[in-house]
């Protein structure tokens, strides 16, 4: 009986690492495809901008040439254009950076770089990007340095969870057999 258990968590255990080794080596690959939704989503972006501004200098013959410079001129016409004109731009902004911050990042750290961008989000415009990478992310085995390196490590977060939940297992195990043994 005593090997049939101990198959059983060895088994369990390896399968549990081999899990988080696998999961762990999508992050290089998913962090690309959110690098790639934001830059799609800032290229929109800018394109409507531009649209916009090149409208309002057709209507009211604007003759500023920068986004903040064309804001300014707008809002003596359109307050309420030129206050939406000017949180499009930041929002631009805050994506370009994000963009820039991720790409700029070491190969290895770049996951890192995304994760922790997309967790502080205060203004709540990268939720929706980070929402259709995920549904759009299709799984791949990728076998650069830095997915081997997140394999690796997912591997031995993985053993450590598996070493974990069977010390707990055999522990909740004892407690209820040993009073049955005890009598």
């Given at each position: 009986m005593r090997f049939l258990a101990r198959w059983l968590s060895q088994g369990l255990g390896l399968?549990?690492?081999?899990?988080?080794?696998v999961l762990a080596m999508q992050a290089p690959a998913f962090t690309h495809a959110y690098a790639s939704a934001?830059?799609?989503?800032?290229?929109?972006?800018?394109r409507d901008i531009d649209q916009r501004e090149e409208s309002a200098r057709q209507y009211y013959g604007l003759t500023a040439?920068?986004?903040?410079?064309?804001?300014?001129a707008l809002e003596t016409h359109e307050?309420?254009?030129?206050?939406?004109?000017?949180?499009?731009?930041?929002h631009l902004s805050?994506?370009?950076a994000t963009y820039q911050r991720?790409?700029?990042s070491p190969a290895l750290l770049q996951p890192i770089a995304a994760f922790a961008d997309a967790w502080d989000d205060p203004e709540g415009d990268k939720a929706a990007i980070w929402e259709l990478s995920w549904r759009s992310f299709?799984?791949?085995?990728?076998?650069?340095?830095?997915?081997?390196?997140?394999?690796?490590?997912?591997?031995?977060?993985?053993?450590?969870?598996?070493?974990?939940?069977?010390?707990?297992?055999?522990?909740?195990?004892?407690?209820?057999?040993?009073?049955?043994l005890s009598s």
């Open positions: 399968a549990l690492a081999l899990l988080c080794g934001l830059l799609q989503v800032a290229s929109d972006a800018r040439t920068d986004d903040s410079g064309l804001v300014a307050p309420s254009n030129a206050q939406t004109l000017a949180r499009s731009i930041a805050r994506l370009s991720i790409m700029q299709t799984p791949q085995i990728d076998l650069s340095f830095a997915a081997l390196l997140y394999g690796f490590g997912g591997l031995m977060l993985g053993s450590l969870m598996a070493a974990l939940l069977g010390a707990v297992a055999v522990k909740m195990t004892r407690r209820n057999f040993a009073p049955h």
